[in-house]
C-alpha cells in the first residue's frame, strides 16, 4: 500500500481563487512528480523535484501553478487563479533514487473549480 | 504526440476468463514499463512492472509480455475477479529521464 499521502482529498473553489494542495511522500523517497489526471484519465505532468530542487516544470506550471518541496515540511502545488479547466485529479507521487525505483501515489485531491 | 498508447479503451470479460490489455510505445529508449491499477475515487496503484531486458514477467495471476522489437507489451490477467474491474495504465520511462508517461487507461469490467 502506498504510503504518500495527499490533503485534501477534495476540494472546491471559484473561479480566481486559489487552491492549494499538499503530499507527504513516502518515507526515503527523494523524488516528488505531480501529475494532473482529467476526466479523461490522461496524466498531464505538472513538475518534480529531487529534494527540494526542481527538476522538471512544464510550461503552464510556471504560469498560475506554483510548487514547492521544502526540506521537513510537506510538499505543495498551489494554484494562484483558479479556472474551470483546473478541475482534476491531482496526483502526488514518490519514488526512491535508482533505475528501477518506480511510482507510488497518493489518493489524490480532487479539485472542482465552479 | 501520444507516447504510450493502450487499447482496447474498455473490456469486458467473464468471471474466471483471461483479460488481455495492449500497450504500445513510441521511444525506443524507454526501457521500464510499470502497470498501474486505478479504482474510482483512488490513485493509481502499482501492479507489476517489467524492464526491457526481460520478456516476460509474472506475479500472481498478472502476467506481462513485452516485445521490444515491435514496441509493444501486453497485460494478462488469468482467472479474472470481479474484484479486477478498474481502469489499468501503462506507463514507460527512460531510465536516463525522471519523467513517466503514461497512456489513456483500459477500463475493465468482470462479470461474475
Known amino acids: 500500500n502506498s504510503k504518500v499521502i495527499q490533503t485534501p482529498r477534495y476540494l472546491v473553489k471559484g473561479q480566481g481563487q486559489k487552491a492549494k494542495m499538499r503530499c507527504i511522500p513516502e518515507?526515503?523517497?527523494?523524488?516528488v512528480f505531480w501529475y494532473q489526471q482529467n476526466k479523461n484519465n490522461e496524466f498531464k505532468f505538472l513538475i518534480n523535484?529531487?529534494?527540494?530542487?526542481?527538476?522538471?516544470q512544464i510550461d503552464m506550471t510556471e504560469k498560475r501553478f506554483s510548487a514547492e518541496c521544502p526540506s521537513n515540511s510537506p510538499c505543495s502545488l498551489e494554484i494562484q487563479s483558479s479556472e474551470a479547466g483546473d478541475s482534476a485529479l491531482y496526483l502526488c507521487?514518490?519514488?526512491?533514487?535508482?533505475?528501477?525505483?518506480?511510482?507510488?501515489f497518493g489518493a489524490g485531491t480532487r479539485l472542482s473549480v465552479l | 504526440q501520444q507516447q504510450v498508447r493502450q487499447s482496447p479503451q474498455s473490456l469486458t470479460v467473464w468471471e474466471g476468463e483471461t483479460a488481455i490489455l495492449n500497450c504500445s510505445y513510441e521511444?525506443?529508449?524507454?526501457?521500464?514499463f510499470p502497470w498501474y491499477q486505478q479504482f474510482p475515487g483512488e490513485g493509481p496503484a502499482l501492479l507489476i512492472a517489467i524492464r526491457s531486458v526481460s520478456d516476460k514477467k509474472e506475479d500472481g495471476r498478472f502476467t506481462i509480455f513485452f516485445n521490444k522489437r515491435e514496441k509493444k507489451l501486453s497485460l494478462h490477467i488469468t482467472d479474472s475477479q470481479p474484484g479486477d474491474s478498474a481502469t489499468y495504465f501503462c506507463a514507460a520511462r527512460n531510465t536516463g529521464y525522471q519523467n513517466f508517461y503514461f497512456g489513456k487507461g483500459t477500463s475493465l469490467t468482470v462479470i461474475p
Open positions: 521511444n525506443s529508449a524507454f526501457d521500464y
Open positions: 507521487a514518490s519514488r526512491g533514487l535508482g533505475s528501477q525505483n518506480t511510482l507510488y
Open positions: 518515507k526515503g523517497h527523494p523524488v
Open positions: 523535484f529531487q529534494n527540494q530542487e526542481v527538476l522538471q
